[in-house]
Every structure is written in structure tokens, then in C-alpha cells.
């Protein structure tokens, strides 16, 4: 086979494009995230007293906001669903941090810090979207003398970036930007920074001093993965029917897909020397399968005692493997690559005929081989599903035995839909479609939709997982 390195020069694909899903992302543009923020003091326009100093030089802020962060902030803990979950505001986290640190004494020119989760709503409705992340606090003590924290005094600072009216606060939607609160004339800094990545300490709703905390890379599942991963960030998270299209694309694959309750994720492999590797177009050298989805997976369901979502013990994940090469041995990579998770009985197999579902189901796609996965050639453990036709399910070929998600392209098999109203036509389609998928035990799916706008309908008619690119339009959809 040709090297990838020379693929990648020349723009060449590994072998004939796939039949199925090569839709592109119509995800919504995201705001890029720092790995940590450090503000810069300056006068702002809100009732400040400001420190005498001469004219000659920048005038510190005293006893008020000295600046805004750039990450949205639910206040108030807000229900999400359509009032079927809910997610902690800045407001439950201040109370946390402060309440924790209470009594803590800073030392002249040292830091407190902690990460404790927040819903971060992207600015807008946060009933309707967002996704969960962390708030970093931080108390910094630039006094010769100590600071000792106090919780009722913490409260008031950290909760002046979140008042009504106020400089970090958004009328529109209620929420707010976090920021810094300035104590004395540049004497204790309070911090409070919105960011969707947790922290590289082990600082997760723990105090730890003397660190300023730093946000682990985002990695777009290139190089190492989250280290710590915060699997305890993930134990009240209700499942919800989203399946997160293209994964290792999301900033930080698997935990982004989970954070928002998808039961569904995508990964798109490549065959490269006997392993395989991770891209849509062209694959990227260093993001292989295994690091990126089995590894983290086993470790999470490990945590949680044999279960993706500790909140529901009994829901399945389904890890679509699209394959973007047709050769024979991508399977057996494929095959072997699940061996971990496979070893700790945590994947769905076919024993004696009848389909035994466990923490995560294994659904091939685009050019994985029918025939072999079928019968079982090459996959000894028969813990390979296929992914099946939604729209050819009138015949005998595809059954719960050798599938287990149905899929289609929507725009080909239901047509266009430029707003959230199906007509008739499109609608009688899709119930014909899920009812033969339901009779014959299969999930059934749709991939290339016109928009995200479309998922009530879909869910509305039956449709079992919900094709995502922007995960934090997941917070409209009700939870299982």
C-alpha cells in the first residue's frame, strides 16, 4: 500500500471512495478556547473606585471587576431536555468553591485554585444549548501579609461577575463571562474562568495551592488523551438519543460525546501498517483508533463498575467504526484494536443466535465487508455489527443477528428539508423506514440532514439516534 506521508502530499485517497456517509460537517462555528487566561487589569466603565497613582501610569481597579473573561456561564443550575435534566449554573459553583475554601490561608504571592463543573451556554439560550465544562477559580495573593478566605466574602466577589446589569453579564440570556474581582489596590485577585477542556492538575473539584491551573491540550483526537480524564465529571449525565457525527473531529473526541449524553458516536478509520488510524478525507498520522476511542472507553466503563453512563447502567453505546479503506485487513485491525474492551466483556456479541447487548456495540460502516462480519470470518467473538441500509430493509439480508443500526442518507432517501416541517410525503417515507428497522430489531438512523433543526421531527416519527455535529444543540433533546 502506498504511504500515507505521500497520500497526504499528493491528495489522494487510500482506496475507492465509500458509498456511504461522507457528508460534511455543518456544525456551527465554535469560539476557540485558551488553555488558560490570565486577564489584564485596566479601569472599566462601572462604578469603580479607583487606587491614587500617578498620572503617568495605568490605574488599578479596588473593590470591583477589573476585567471580563470570554466563555458563557449559565447562572442559575438550568434544566435542559425540554425539563428532563439539569446542569450546575456559576452561581451552585462559586457557592462550592467558596464553601470549600473557607478558612484557607493564602500565603503572600501564592495562589488557590480549583475546577469544578459548569454548563457553558455559548451565549445563548442555555435551556436550549450548551454543554458541560468548567469554571477554573483562583485566588491570587499579590499582599506581603496572608489572605485568608473567607466563604461569605469569596461569595460576594466571584458573585459580582454574575450580577444583574453588571460588566461580565448577559441580559439576553442571563448569563455571564466570569472574569477577575480586584480586592484592594492590586491585592487579592479573584478569578473565575469559563473553559470547556478540564485542567492538567488534579484539581477537579479539589483545592490545591500554590498552582495556577492550565487547561490540558485539545487535542482533536491527535496525540495523547485527556491525562487525568474526569471521569467523575461524567457520573450525573443523562443519555440522550444524539450521535455524535465525525467524533474524533469534536475538540476533545469521546468526552465532548459524552459530556452531552450522546449514545452514539463516529469514528472513521484508515488502514496503515496493520493498524488503524483516524480521519473523513485523508487520516492523520498519530490518531489511532485504539488510543482514541478503546482505551479511554474501557477506562471510563471501568470507573463505572461495567457502564458508559453511571446514571444508566443499561444503555449501550454505539461506536460506528466507518471504514474508509476496503482492503481485508481493516477488519482484522478493527478486530484487533477492540481486543481491551473486548477481554473486560464489554461488547455486545451474537452467543447462540441471539444478540447480547453490553456497555458498547461495534457497528461497521462504509466499506466494512457484509459477507465476513455476517458470518462471523475473522471475527471469532462475533462483537462486530453492520451497519445496514434504512432504506433497503424490504428483504432478508440484513437481520438483528449481523446488524444492528440502520442507516441512510436523508437528502437521498427523504429529500430536502429547509425548515423544521416535514411534509407528507417525507414524513409517510420515514415511518416506513423506522417501522421495518424496529421490526427487525435495528436503530435506525439518518445521516447528511439539511440541518440539526430537523431532530424533533426525526425523534417525533421514531428516528433512534439524532446526527450531531454542534453537541451543545443537545441540550433541547430530551433525556432517555
Same mark, same amino acid.
Given at each position: 500500500?502506498?504511504?500515507? %506521508?505521500?497520500?497526504?502530499?499528493?491528495?489522494?485517497?487510500?482506496?475507492?471512495?465509500?458509498?456511504?456517509?461522507?457528508?460534511?460537517?455543518?456544525?456551527?462555528?465554535?469560539?476557540?478556547?485558551?488553555? #488558560?487566561?490570565?486577564?489584564?487589569?485596566?479601569?472599566?466603565?462601572? /462604578?469603580?473606585? #479607583?487606587?491614587?497613582?500617578?498620572?503617568?501610569?495605568?490605574?488599578?481597579?479596588?473593590?470591583?471587576?477589573?476585567?471580563?473573561?470570554?466563555?458563557?456561564?449559565?447562572?442559575? $443550575?438550568?434544566?435542559? +431536555?425540554?425539563?428532563? $435534566?439539569?446542569?450546575?449554573? @456559576?452561581?451552585?459553583?462559586?457557592?462550592?468553591?467558596?464553601?470549600?475554601?473557607?478558612?484557607?490561608?493564602?500565603?503572600?504571592? $501564592? &495562589?488557590?485554585?480549583?475546577?469544578?463543573?459548569? @454548563?457553558?451556554?455559548?451565549?445563548?439560550?442555555?435551556? !436550549?444549548?450548551? *454543554?458541560?465544562?468548567?469554571?477554573?477559580?483562583?485566588?491570587?495573593?499579590?499582599?506581603?501579609?496572608?489572605?485568608?478566605?473567607?466563604?461569605?466574602?469569596?461569595?460576594? &466577589?466571584?458573585?459580582?461577575?454574575?450580577?444583574?446589569?453588571?460588566?461580565?453579564?448577559?441580559?439576553?440570556?442571563? $448569563?455571564?463571562? +466570569?472574569?477577575?474581582?480586584? *480586592?484592594?489596590? /492590586?491585592?487579592?485577585?479573584?478569578?473565575?474562568?469559563?473553559?470547556?477542556?478540564? =485542567?492538567?492538575?488534579?484539581?477537579?473539584? !479539589? %483545592?490545591?495551592?500554590?498552582?495556577?491551573?492550565?487547561?490540558?491540550?485539545?487535542? !482533536?483526537?491527535?496525540?495523547?488523551?485527556?491525562? =487525568?480524564?474526569?471521569?467523575?465529571?461524567?457520573?450525573?449525565?443523562?443519555?440522550?438519543s444524539c450521535h455524535s457525527h465525525n467524533d474524533y473531529d469534536q475538540d476533545i473526541p469521546v468526552f465532548e460525546a459524552l459530556s452531552a449524553g450522546c449514545i452514539g458516536m463516529e469514528a472513521d478509520v484508515w488502514l496503515f501498517n496493520g493498524d488503524v488510524i483516524l480521519g473523513h478525507i485523508l487520516p492523520t498520522l498519530g490518531r489511532t483508533f485504539r488510543a482514541q476511542y478503546v482505551n479511554p472507553l474501557k477506562a471510563i466503563i471501568d470507573h463505572n463498575g461495567g457502564s458508559v453512563y453511571k446514571s444508566r447502567p443499561s444503555q449501550t453505546l454505539v461506536l460506528l467504526v466507518d471504514f474508509k479503506t476496503s482492503d481485508t485487513g481493516t477488519l482484522d485491525a478493527v478486530v484487533t484494536a477492540l481486543e481491551p474492551l473486548r477481554q473486560a466483556g464489554y461488547?455486545?456479541?451474537?452467543?447462540?443466535?441471539?444478540?447480547?447487548?453490553?456497555?458498547?456495540?461495534?457497528?461497521?460502516?462504509?466499506?466494512?465487508?457484509?459477507?465476513?462480519?455476517?458470518?462471523?470470518?475473522?471475527? =471469532?467473538?462475533?462483537?462486530?455489527? &453492520?451497519?445496514?441500509?434504512?432504506?433497503?430493509?424490504?428483504?432478508?439480508?440484513?437481520?438483528?443477528?449481523?446488524?444492528?443500526?440502520?442507516?441512510?442518507? @436523508?437528502?437521498?432517501?427523504?429529500?430536502?428539508?429547509?425548515?423544521?416541517? %416535514?411534509?407528507?410525503?417525507?414524513?409517510?417515507?420515514?415511518?416506513?423506514?423506522?417501522?421495518?428497522?424496529?421490526?427487525?430489531?435495528?436503530?435506525?438512523?439518518?445521516? /447528511?440532514?439539511?440541518?440539526?433543526?430537523?431532530?424533533?421531527?426525526?425523534?417525533?416519527?421514531? #428516528?433512534?439516534? %439524532?446526527?450531531?455535529?454542534?453537541?451543545?444543540?443537545?441540550?433541547?433533546?430530551?433525556?432517555?
Open positions: 500500500m502506498q504511504s500515507i %506521508l505521500g497520500l497526504l502530499t499528493v491528495g489522494v485517497a487510500l482506496a475507492t471512495p465509500i458509498a456511504q456517509d461522507q457528508s460534511v460537517s455543518r456544525s456551527v462555528p465554535r469560539p476557540a478556547y485558551p488553555p #488558560v487566561y490570565r486577564p489584564v487589569y485596566r479601569p472599566v466603565a462601572s /462604578n469603580l473606585t #479607583v487606587s491614587s497613582v500617578p498620572s503617568n501610569k495605568t490605574a488599578l481597579v479596588t473593590d470591583d471587576i477589573s476585567s471580563c473573561s470570554s466563555t458563557w456561564m449559565a447562572i442559575p $443550575d438550568v434544566t435542559i +431536555g425540554g425539563g428532563t $435534566d439539569r446542569r450546575t449554573g @456559576f452561581t451552585t459553583a462559586v457557592n462550592k468553591f467558596c464553601d470549600m475554601a473557607h478558612g484557607t490561608t493564602v500565603k503572600s504571592q $501564592d &495562589y488557590l485554585s480549583m475546577a469544578t463543573e459548569v @454548563f457553558l451556554n455559548g451565549g445563548m439560550n442555555p435551556s !436550549k444549548y450548551g *454543554v458541560l465544562g468548567y469554571v477554573y477559580f483562583e485566588i491570587h495573593n499579590k499582599l506581603s501579609s496572608t489572605h485568608t478566605v473567607d466563604a461569605t466574602s469569596c461569595k460576594k &466577589y466571584l458573585g459580582t461577575l454574575s450580577a444583574a446589569g453588571g460588566q461580565c453579564y448577559g441580559t439576553t440570556n442571563g $448569563d455571564t463571562k +466570569g472574569g477577575t474581582y480586584q *480586592v484592594g489596590t /492590586n491585592g487579592v485577585s479573584y478569578h473565575a474562568f469559563g473553559n470547556p477542556v478540564p =485542567p492538567k492538575q488534579d484539581a477537579l473539584n !479539589k %483545592l490545591l495551592p500554590t498552582t495556577v491551573l492550565a487547561a490540558q491540550s485539545v487535542n !482533536k483526537g491527535s496525540g495523547a488523551p485527556l491525562n =487525568p480524564w474526569p471521569l467523575d465529571s461524567l457520573n450525573s449525565v443523562l443519555p440522550t461488547l455486545s456479541r451474537l452467543e447462540n443466535g441471539a444478540f447480547v447487548k453490553r456497555a458498547v456495540t461495534i457497528v461497521a460502516s462504509g466499506s466494512a465487508p457484509f459477507d465476513r462480519i455476517s458470518t462471523g470470518n475473522g471475527v =471469532p467473538a462475533r462483537d462486530v455489527f &453492520y451497519d445496514a441500509n434504512l432504506g433497503a430493509l424490504g428483504g432478508t439480508t440484513y437481520t438483528s443477528q449481523n446488524s444492528y443500526v440502520a442507516s441512510a442518507d @436523508f437528502q437521498d432517501v427523504v429529500g430536502e428539508a429547509k425548515t423544521a416541517t %416535514l411534509t407528507s410525503a417525507q414524513m409517510n417515507v420515514i415511518t416506513s423506514h423506522v417501522s421495518q428497522a424496529h421490526a427487525k430489531g435495528l436503530v435506525a438512523r439518518y445521516w /447528511n440532514l439539511p440541518g440539526e433543526y430537523l431532530w424533533e421531527a426525526l425523534e417525533a416519527l421514531g #428516528v433512534d439516534l %439524532l446526527n450531531a455535529d454542534d453537541l451543545s444543540n443537545t441540550a433541547r433533546v430530551p433525556r432517555l
